[in-house]
């Protein structure tokens, strides 16, 4: 018992998830000897559940990987795995007795009727009734922590990421844009580099996206009808793009999302389906709603502000050239509608 309340302690000592995962696998092994240990954070996309398998001890030892940005080459689907297929359908812990003796069992953490965390475990057959107890309380516990850490950087309407978590997740990604960079313009230098120009390479973008007129919808109908929008849209922001890319409500109308990376014109497709979307969906009492979007690529040595300021740019120039429409600052500045801004290097802005 006192070892037990001493990871726990470990445990809730840290606010980052790699850490907290870290920390997991670490209390896995040391009080229950499992042969094998899988975290998975899970992902709901626009056509399967992807599991990416952020920590864990197997075959080849121990394995930390970053819990924000999910290394595609890791990710797969729930299809290739029954037992998750059934964890995932009963929402509920699963068994599966092996050939050789041990046993199989899957944990989930629920989050919104979908799972957003597995803890997949291979356990030796003798484990005890007392071990069993034990076990439970330790994910139970993990449950609650990431509940208060999902809690911490969600918004609490729209269930989006926050703006407070947004700083976090962009050091993270220009970070991995820095990387991009050293390794020729891809995201894990598995694919080729496409040679169409240097916002045509493959990227991470940032894409700002506001709601038009929004004021008008809490002047006519109301807030309560202003926030069953905004929940809406979250829902058909959730859909439309891809399950690793980042998506923010950053305050108001205005909405956020950081995409992993890709060329500008698939980003260009993913924001123009987000786009469409919106204006085919109806709101209820409301009718359609429009949205306007401007986005840009993130450069190695971005600072947020940096980043934030260009996409607001092509933002507000999709909105002074009659809105319901998306506009790429890079596309802009390259065609002279934009003039291009020498960066300072060694200028600090803080927001």
Request: glycine share 6%; proline share 3%.
């Amino acid at each position: 018992m006192l070892d037990l309340i001493t990871h726990v302690v470990k445990i809730s000592a840290h606010r980052d998830r790699t850490e907290i995962n870290s920390a997991m696998v670490d209390a896995l092994n040391r009080l229950f000897q499992p042969r094998q240990t899988t975290i998975y954070r899970c992902y709901t996309g626009r056509n399967k559940a992807v599991f990416f398998p952020c920590a864990g001890i197997g075959p080849n030892g121990a394995f930390l990987r970053n819990a924000y940005l999910p290394d595609r080459q890791f990710c797969h689907g729930i299809d290739q795995d029954r037992l998750l297929q059934r964890c995932r359908a009963e929402s509920s812990v699963v068994l599966e007795r092996r050939d050789d003796g041990s046993h199989r069992i899957v944990f989930p953490i629920i989050r919104r009727e979908e799972p957003s965390y597995m803890i997949d475990l291979v356990l030796h057959d003798e484990f005890s009734a007392d071990q069993r107890a034990a076990l439970m309380g330790l994910i139970e516990y993990f449950n609650n922590h990431i509940a208060l850490l999902d809690y911490g950087e969600g918004d609490s309407l729209t269930g989006l990421l926050s703006r407070k978590t947004f700083d976090k997740h962009l050091f993270e990604l220009l970070g991995q844009a820095a990387n991009d960079e050293r390794l020729g313009g891809n995201g894990n230098g598995s694919e080729p580099r496409r040679r169409r120009g240097r916002s045509d390479a493959a990227s991470h973008w940032l894409a700002v996206c506001d709601i038009d007129h929004f004021k008008q919808v809490n002047d006519n109908f109301g807030h309560l009808i202003g926030d069953e929008v905004l929940i809406l849209v979250a829902q058909v922001m959730r859909r439309s793009f891809r399950f690793d890319d980042q998506l923010f409500r950053f305050g108001g109308e205005e909405f956020v999302a950081l995409l992993q990376p890709t060329d500008a014109i698939s980003a260009q497709a993913t924001l123009e389906r987000f786009r469409s979307q919106i204006a085919s969906q109806v709101f209820s009492r409301i009718g359609h709603i429009t949205i306007s979007i401007g986005f840009s690529h993130l450069q190695p040595h971005d600072t947020p502000a940096d980043a934030i300021d260009r996409a607001d740019e092509a933002l507000y120039f999709a909105k002074r050239h009659g809105r319901n429409r998306i506009a790429c600052r890079d596309d802009l500045v390259a065609n002279r509608q934009l003039p291009e801004r020498e960066r300072i290097r060694g200028e600090i802005e803080l927001f």
